[in-house]
């Protein structure tokens, strides 16, 4: 039934409900867009008042201006110009901060060791939550009861999760640091800078092995148990059913949580660093998003900072694409 | 299936108790740490049992390190984020799903390009946006030459706005109610406006009720992340008794030029985990239901 007799007939709402605008405006903005069915994501039933959606939407809107877009778009604007620490003279440089970042060593040796830490802290996360997933999925009794406590991390700030880590790992009073020294490993992340690098990827990992380990247990749930049970008649055993049935079938819930993590430890492990190594021992822990808040508030080089503000935009918007891509192919994936 | 796998079992359940075992053991250990003195902290080997001093280290830390105006701030700022992101968001998918008018499509792309970019990657400039809100009205004022909007000056620095406001410029939680509402059948709309119901007393007599058990499972996750927060308070708060408590936590870190007091760190640690620890152990189900949909 098409929506546009339906809401012509029924009586307009009050609050002018049938209102509509008048000028020539309006048919050009609805070009195009005119069949109601076509309209995306607009119920079939719906209200035609253009005043309250305006008042609607004004809060979100408004925040969005003042805190996302204005911000966004000044980034843009900064990443072109020079500015001097005390802010008293701005000029236009056009590409030369890009120039200046991309030949700097320092920026890098900081990419390198955020594709170090970030493909580490995916690899360790995705294998640690599979493992606990393939566990809990074949156990029968204490599900709820592992899942409470492996959910635990959730609620654990980065930060926490980083001071945890760094005081259970730290040499002097540490007693899983005492441990290694017992076993007559020289840990010590102060100085050595894999150390470090080790520890706040144990740290971003604790935190995030729960949100991987959710998804995995409601992706092997929805594995069909009618292609299970075939192959249990086969002569498939757990683990062979596990490698070769379900762990395919939820190839999009790992990419999904593939893409997710390296979001994650892009942007928000920043609490972990800070808090932990704050970027050394010399530079080795100082991950890109790090890098960008240290020259930008400690060093005040705001032209670098805005430079590097825009290639995390791009690498951001580049994960959201990935993100939607297999959100969409999730979505479509049954049997 | 009636399967037999003895060892396969065994395995499962040790490898379940040894994750369950990698979570709790750096918690057991904040809280051991907390309970002990500074004398006993430094001993070597560590004490691996709970000791003593529990209350009297809390103490310490709740008056000395400001800890309870810390928490609160934690609370405020969590509620506010929650209630606010809530509330603006509700309404905004109610208006893209249910409304024709014009720019429908723009606003409705406009609030989804915010879910693009994190904060994390333009701190600079949203750090000056909420130094001075009247920003944009300054540079308007010096292009048209308007003195009087120059001048214009709105500090949110160390206020509990500055901390809440640009935190819910995002659209995650619009997304999803834009996502539920659709799945929600038209019949009842139509109903409704037979009945004489106007837009308003639709959305609050129908869709709201409806929309229970999503604000619920959000509003728990909204309110773990804004407890959680660390890069924003850290910009926004230059006042001690501003920060949230994370932000206090890294104030106590041990540095290297004075007595370590790990046990004071470790019990305020422990303290700040213990709110939201507790709100997923008592509101789990609607905490899962809201992780997975958030993820979609």
Same mark, same amino acid.
Request: glycine share 6%; aromatic share 12%; with cysteine.
């Given at each position: ?8 007939? +029924?009586?307009? /709402? ?8 008048? =000028? ?10 005119? *069949?109601?069915? @076509? ?10 008042? =253009?005043?309250?959606?305006? =008042?609607?939407? /004004? ?44 030949? @700097? ?16 802290q995916n690899?360790l996360t995705l294998s640690l939550a599979l493992l606990l997933a393939f566990a809990s999925n074949h156990i029968?009794?204490g599900r709820g009861a592992y899942r409470t406590v492996l959910l635990l991390p959730y609620a654990i /700030?980065p930060?926490?999760a ?25 840990? *010590?992340?102060?100085?050595? @800078? =894999? ?9 971003a990992s604790w935190k995030h092995i729960c949100y991987n380990y959710i998804f995995l247990v409601a992706a092997l749930l929805s594995v ?9 008649? *086969? ?11 379900s762990l395919?079938?939820i190839?999009p819930t790992l990419f999904f949580l593939i893409v997710i993590n390296?979001v994650y430890?892009?942007?928000e ?31 005040? *080089? ?9 290639? +995390? ?10 993100q939607?891509?297999f959100v969409?192919?999730r ?5 | ?11 499962c359940?040790?490898i379940l108790?040894?994750g369950a075992?990698l979570v ?24 691996? &049992? #709970? ?34 992101? &809530? ?7 109610? $208006? ?34 909420? $130094? ?40 995650t939680?619009?997304?999803l ?7 929600? #059948? ?5 109903? $409704?406006?037979?009945?004489? $119901? ?10 709201? !009720?409806?929309?229970?058990s999503n604000?619920v499972a959000l509003?728990i996750i909204l309110f773990l992340m804004?407890?959680n927060?660390?890069?924003? !308070? ?5 006042? #001690? ?12 870190? #041990? ?19 213990? !709110?939201p620890t507790?709100v997923i152990l008592i509101l789990q189900r609607w905490f899962v239901k809201g992780l997975v949909d958030s993820g979609k």
């Amino acid at each position: 039934m098409p929506a546009r007799s339906d809401t012509a007939t +029924l009586p307009a /709402a009050a609050g002018g409900g049938g209102l509509r605008l008048r =000028w020539p405006l309006r048919r050009l903005l609805l070009k195009g867009t005119g *069949d109601a069915q @076509s309209e995306s994501g607009l119920k079939r039933a719906h209200f035609r008042d =253009w005043r309250l959606p305006f =008042w609607l939407l /004004a809060p979100q809107l408004f925040i969005l201006l003042l805190f996302f877009f204005i911000p966004s778009i000044r980034a843009l604007i900064q990443a072109f110009q020079l500015t001097d620490p005390f802010g008293a003279t701005t000029q236009w440089v056009g590409f030369q901060n890009f120039e200046r970042l991309f030949r @700097s060593s320092v920026y890098w040796s900081s990419a390198q060791v955020t594709l170090i830490f970030t493909i580490a802290q995916n690899v360790l996360t995705l294998s640690l939550a599979l493992l606990l997933a393939f566990a809990s999925n074949h156990i029968l009794r204490g599900r709820g009861a592992y899942r409470t406590v492996l959910l635990l991390p959730y609620a654990i /700030a980065p930060a926490i999760a980083g001071i945890m880590l760094a005081f259970l790992f730290n040499p002097r009073v540490g007693p899983v640091a005492h441990m290694l020294q017992g076993l007559g490993f020289d840990w *010590d992340p102060n100085r050595n @800078s =894999w150390h470090a690098l080790a520890l706040i990827v144990m740290a971003a990992s604790w935190k995030h092995i729960c949100y991987n380990y959710i998804f995995l247990v409601a992706a092997l749930l929805s594995v069909p148990q009618s292609i299970l049970e075939s192959a249990y008649l *086969d002569g498939a055993g757990p683990i062979q059913r596990f490698l070769r049935i379900s762990l395919p079938m939820i190839t999009p819930t790992l990419f999904f949580l593939i893409v997710i993590n390296f979001v994650y430890g892009l942007f928000e492990t920043f609490a972990i660093v800070d808090a932990t190594t704050r970027g050394g021992p010399a530079g080795a822990t100082s991950i890109l998003v790090y890098k960008v808040y240290q020259d930008g508030f400690v060093t005040l *080089d705001l032209g670098s900072s805005a430079a590097q503000s825009v290639v +995390l935009m791009a690498l951001a918007l580049f994960l959201t694409f990935a993100q939607f891509r297999f959100v969409e192919r999730r979505v479509n994936y049954s049997v | 299936m009636n399967e037999r796998t003895p060892i396969i079992d065994f395995a499962c359940h040790l490898i379940l108790v040894m994750g369950a075992a990698l979570v709790c053991l750096p918690i057991y250990f904040v809280f051991v740490t907390g309970s002990l003195s500074q004398t006993e902290i430094m001993r070597v080997p560590m004490s691996w &049992l #709970p000791g003593s001093q529990f209350l009297a280290n809390m103490q310490t830390v709740l008056s000395n390190a400001n800890f309870g105006r810390l928490l609160l701030n934690s609370f405020i700022i969590a509620s506010g984020i929650t209630i606010g992101k &809530l509330a603006v968001s509700v309404i905004a998918a109610f $208006a893209v799903t249910y409304f024709r008018f014009p720019f429908r499509m723009t606003a409705f792309w406009l609030i989804f390009m915010s879910l693009m970019l994190p904060i994390e990657v333009r701190i600079v400039p949203t750090y000056e946006s909420a $130094a001075n809100v009247a920003l944009p009205l300054n540079i308007l004022g010096s292009w048209l030459g308007i003195q009087a909007l120059v001048d214009l000056d709105w500090n949110l620095v160390n206020t509990y706005s500055g901390l809440i406001l640009p935190l819910i410029a995002s659209a995650t939680a619009t997304f999803l109610f834009r996502q539920f509402f659709l799945t929600v #059948p038209d019949e009842l709309c139509e109903a $409704a406006r037979i009945d004489g $119901a106007t837009p308003w007393q639709f959305f609050r007599l129908i869709l709201l !009720p409806l929309s229970r058990s999503n604000i619920v499972a959000l509003a728990i996750i909204l309110f773990l992340m804004g407890w959680n927060q660390y890069l924003w !308070p850290l910009l926004l708060t230059t006042e #001690p008794a501003m920060a949230n408590a994370v932000i206090g936590l890294k104030k106590l870190m #041990p540095q290297s030029d004075s007595l370590p007091t790990w046990h004071l760190l470790m019990n305020a640690a422990f303290l700040t985990m213990l !709110p939201p620890t507790l709100v997923i152990l008592i509101l789990q189900r609607w905490f899962v239901k809201g992780l997975v949909d958030s993820g979609k």
